[in-house]
C-alpha cells in the first residue's frame, strides 16, 4: 500500500518561498508509470492542480502559478519537493502530494496547511 | 472558476438515491472515459471513489456508481447512509492543459 506524507513549515512569511516534501513509502518512487503531483485546496474551496513531475524527471505546471513553482524529485530519498517562491495570502491553503497514474489520482497523502502570514 | 461543473449542493434521505452530475466539454468529460470522483470528507484528504468513469477501486462500496452521457458525467450513490455526507469532486482527462487533468468545483452532499 503506497502512502504519501507531507511535510515542511505551517507558516511562511508574504513574499518568501514555501517548500513542502513529500515522502513516499510502499513504493519506489521511480518504479513504475506515475505522475507525482501537487495539488492545493484553499479553505472551503475546492481543488486546484499545483503541478506534477514523471518517474522520468519530466515536469507539468499550472499555468497560473508556473512562474513561481517548482517541482523535483529525490529518488535516494524516495521523496518529491514543493517550491512556490513569492508566496502571498493567496497561497495559503492545505497543500496535498499525490499519486497519480494515466487516468487518475489514487493516492494521497493527508494534506498540510500552510499560511501565508507575517 | 473550474472547468468542470457540479452542482454546489445536493441532499437525500437515507436509503434514498442522489445523483451528482459533473459537465463539461468534448475536450474533457465528452472526448474521454477518464473521469473520475473523489469524497472529501471535512478535514480529510480526498477519496478516489470511481475511475475511468464506472470503475471502482477496491474496497469502495457498489452503492457508488458512475456513468457519462454526452458532455456530462455523473455520481449515483444508492441507499444513502449518513456516513457518504461529503463533499465530492470530479476530474477528467482533457486535452486542453498540459496538466491533463481538471477538477469540477465540488458538491456538498447533505444526508437528511
Known amino acids: 500500500q503506497v502512502q504519501l506524507q507531507e511535510s515542511g513549515p505551517g507558516l511562511v512569511k508574504p513574499s518568501q518561498t514555501l517548500s513542502l516534501t513529500c515522502t513516499v513509502s510502499?513504493?519506489?518512487?521511480?518504479?513504475?508509470?506515475?505522475?507525482w503531483s501537487w495539488i492545493r485546496q484553499p479553505a472551503g474551496k475546492g481543488l486546484e492542480w499545483i503541478g506534477r513531475?514523471?518517474?522520468?524527471?519530466?515536469?507539468n505546471y499550472n499555468p497560473s502559478l508556473k512562474s513561481r513553482v517548482t517541482i523535483s524529485v529525490d529518488t535516494s530519498k524516495n521523496q518529491f519537493s514543493l517550491k512556490l517562491s513569492s508566496v502571498t495570502a493567496a497561497d495559503t491553503a492545505v497543500y496535498y502530494c499525490?499519486?497519480?497514474?494515466?487516468?487518475?489520482?489514487?493516492?494521497w497523502g493527508q494534506g498540510t496547511l500552510v499560511t501565508v502570514s507575517s | 472558476q473550474s472547468a468542470l461543473t457540479q452542482p454546489a449542493s445536493v441532499s437525500g434521505s437515507p436509503g434514498q438515491s442522489i445523483t451528482i452530475s459533473c459537465t463539461g466539454t468534448?475536450?474533457?468529460?465528452?472526448?474521454?472515459?477518464?473521469v473520475s470522483w473523489y469524497q472529501q470528507h471535512p478535514g480529510k484528504a480526498p477519496k478516489l471513489m470511481i475511475y475511468d468513469v464506472s470503475n471502482r477501486p477496491s474496497g469502495v462500496s457498489n452503492r457508488f456508481s458512475g456513468s457519462k452521457s454526452g458532455n456530462t458525467a455523473s455520481l449515483t450513490i444508492s441507499g444513502l447512509q449518513a456516513e457518504d455526507e461529503a463533499d465530492y469532486y470530479c476530474s477528467s482527462y482533457t486535452s486542453s492543459s498540459t496538466l491533463d487533468w481538471v477538477f469540477g468545483g465540488g458538491t456538498k452532499l447533505t444526508v437528511l
Open positions: 468534448s475536450s474533457d468529460v465528452g472526448g474521454y472515459n477518464y
Open positions: 510502499g513504493g519506489s518512487i521511480s518504479s513504475g508509470s506515475y505522475y
Open positions: 499525490a499519486r497519480a497514474g494515466r487516468t487518475t489520482v489514487d493516492y
Open positions: 513531475i514523471y518517474t522520468s524527471g519530466s515536469t
